[in-house]
């Protein structure tokens, strides 16, 4: 089977038979990396550029990783040793890209819709890696593959999400991943991080964490972002991690076997505690080793190849 589009811009977008096909094309890249030779020349004489306006580690070092791992040439820019900062347009920077030929560019942007806007206009297969609040599609895409990996499916699961889910491209993106797959998705946070009218993206909302969590199978944790406090959405992180934090007291409320999630970078002893993040239920670095894989998919199945 092929993947017949040109782009990945958002999990909105894709089908529950393209979200399959990618997860079993990730599935089949998992043995890459276990190799002593972590290499194999299938994208050989492809180029794939990694254009990054914002800052970011496991993003930009996976797709980083698995360009090289399928033998294309990989280059990555970053905003601020590039002519962005000379006044160039993020439209002129794209039309020179273009002009050089590659094949993939992935783009991290501040801006919701800067993925969208480069589609429509160069040729090249674009792959978003993160648009402001909008959407960020291979984490998600990486946390479904995670969690039927761990659980054998998603159909059925219930799956609390909590923190800002109000800026979180990461809560986005799995909400329409999750629920297309079968999953009763609960977020939980403030009422400040909570946007209005999310209900109707099919999930249960609670201003509890406790509520959220009861029964739940997977809990994924977001990251609080810190530089929001100045806009007073919460008093302290103090507070916030009184209230909203996993941690030994309140992760008994979950299933036995519950599974912890969450993107990264964590804030340890604000949203997580460190024992719950490197505890027995954690599978964030098993999401950080299928985000490898996914992200080879990816550039795989844009590129021709065919599951």
């Known amino acids: 089977m092929k993947l017949n589009r040109k782009d990945i811009l958002g999990i909105q977008e894709l089908s529950v038979e393209e ?19 972590k290499k194999v020349p299938t994208l050989r004489g492809k180029t794939v550029i990694n254009l990054f306006y914002e800052a970011s580690t496991r993003t930009r070092t996976s797709f980083e990783i698995a360009g090289k791992r399928l033998g294309a040439d990989t280059i990555n820019i970053s905003a ?18 273009e002009a050089m030929n590659p094949d993939v560019i ?3 942007h501040a801006a919701a819709g800067a993925p969208h ?3 429509g206009l160069l040729r090249q297969s674009i792959i978003n890696a993160g648009d402001g609040a909008h959407e960020h599609p291979t984490q998600a895409l990486l946390d479904l593959m995670t969690i039927r990996a761990k659980k054998g499916g998603i159909a059925g699961l219930k799956v609390a999400i909590v923190g800002d889910i109000a800026h979180s491209r990461v809560a986005r993106s799995n909400i329409h991943g ?19 009218g999310i209900e109707k993206m099919g999930v249960v909302v609670h201003t509890q964490i406790e509520e959220a969590i009861r029964e739940a199978d997977i809990i994924m944790m977001l990251r609080i ?7 007073n959405i919460f008093p302290s992180l103090r507070e916030y991690a009184q209230y909203f934090s996993l941690n030994r007291g309140n992760i008994g409320l979950a299933r036995k076997d519950v599974l912890i999630m969450h993107p990264g970078p964590m804030n340890r002893g604000v949203e997580i505690s460190p024992d719950i993040a490197d505890g027995p239920h954690s599978i964030i670095l098993d999401q950080v080793t299928n985000g490898v894989a996914v992200r080879m998919a990816l550039l795989y199945l844009l590129t021709g190849g065919v599951s």
Request: aromatic share 2%.
């Open 117 to 119: 806007m480069l589609a």
């Open 178 to 196: 999750l629920t297309k797959m079968g999953a009763a998705v609960i977020v939980a946070g403030p009422a400040t991080m909570i946007p209005r």
């Open 106 to 108: 992935v783009i991290r």
């Open 19 to 37: 979200i399959n096909l990618i997860l079993e094309t990730a599935d089949s890249f998992i043995e890459v990396s276990t190799r002593e030779i």
């Open 225 to 231: 972002q810190t530089e929001r406090e100045q806009q």
């Open 80 to 97: 601020s040793t590039s002519s962005v900062v000379k006044g160039e347009t993020l439209i002129d920077t794209a039309r020179n890209l």
